[in-house]
């Protein structure tokens, strides 16, 4: 059984701080890397994708592998209240066509 | 921006009815999935459909369960005989192929299965 583990939460941040998500995943050969974003009764929004060992940056976010770690995180820099949110860490395993998803984390991002 | 679109947005229905969730992908777009996330639980893969055939399936995708491409816009998922543990938010998702792997997901329908 292939998994992906989160910590569920929440995970409460002053209003400007960085929020450090983060998440780990069984298969050692997964290829592709994803989070999104998930606010309640809606559905999930992408934000990061990440491939290759190292840092990616977009704006706000900037998301982090380590494939020998098997680990992936997220930072939200400067968080904001419309950044609670619960974020959902995604793994594609090679060969496959499906996402396995984690059960997120929910960020509460205090003003 | 191009979007998945799916409808309707909540369906209601009795146990044992058959329902067609339906969905319309991004333009251009060659991969196609359905994924459900029952309430408080953990978004779960059930099906992938590429070049008019599944691809991929869950345990979960059993025969109650089928997916078709009846034109070249359409992307549909039918429950054939529902059940209450049915209920739940399907997503369908889409992803170009074209060198890129990111899935984008539909608004949803909440099924509810009474």
């Known amino acids: 059984q292939k998994e992906v583990e989160q910590n569920s939460g929440p995970l409460s941040v002053p209003e400007g701080a960085i929020a450090s998500l983060n998440c780990t995943y069984s298969?050692?050969?997964?290829?592709?890397f994803f989070w999104y974003r998930q606010y309640s009764g809606k559905s999930p929004e992408l934000i990061m994708s990440?491939?290759?060992?190292g840092d990616k940056e977009d704006g706000r976010f900037t998301a982090q592998l380590n494939k020998a770690s098997q680990y992936v995180s997220l930072l939200i820099r400067d968080s904001q209240p419309s950044d609670s949110a619960t974020y959902l860490c995604?793994?594609?395993?090679?060969?496959?066509?499906?996402?396995?998803f984690g059960s997120g984390t929910r960020l509460q991002v205090q003003p | 921006e191009p979007e998945v679109t799916q409808t309707p947005s909540h369906q209601v229905t009795q146990m044992g009815q058959e329902v067609i969730l339906r969905c319309v992908p991004i333009?251009?777009?060659?991969?196609f999935y359905w994924y459900r996330q029952i309430l408080g639980q953990k978004v779960e893969f059930l099906v992938s459909?590429?070049?008019?055939?599944?691809?991929?399936k869950s345990e979960i995708f059993d025969d109650q369960f089928s997916v078709e491409r009846p034109d070249g816009s359409n992307f549909t998922l039918k429950i054939r005989s529902t059940k209450l543990e049915d209920s739940a938010m399907y997503f369908c998702?889409?992803?170009?192929?074209?060198?890129?792997?990111?899935?984008?997901f539909g608004p949803g329908t909440r099924l509810t299965v009474l």
């Open positions: 298969d050692r050969v997964s290829q592709s």
């Open positions: 995604a793994v594609r395993g090679t060969g496959r066509r499906a996402l396995t």
């Open positions: 459909f590429y070049n008019n055939e599944i691809s991929e």
């Open positions: 998702a889409s992803k170009s192929g074209l060198n890129q792997d990111e899935q984008f």
């Open positions: 990440i491939y290759s060992n």
């Open positions: 333009s251009n777009h060659l991969y």
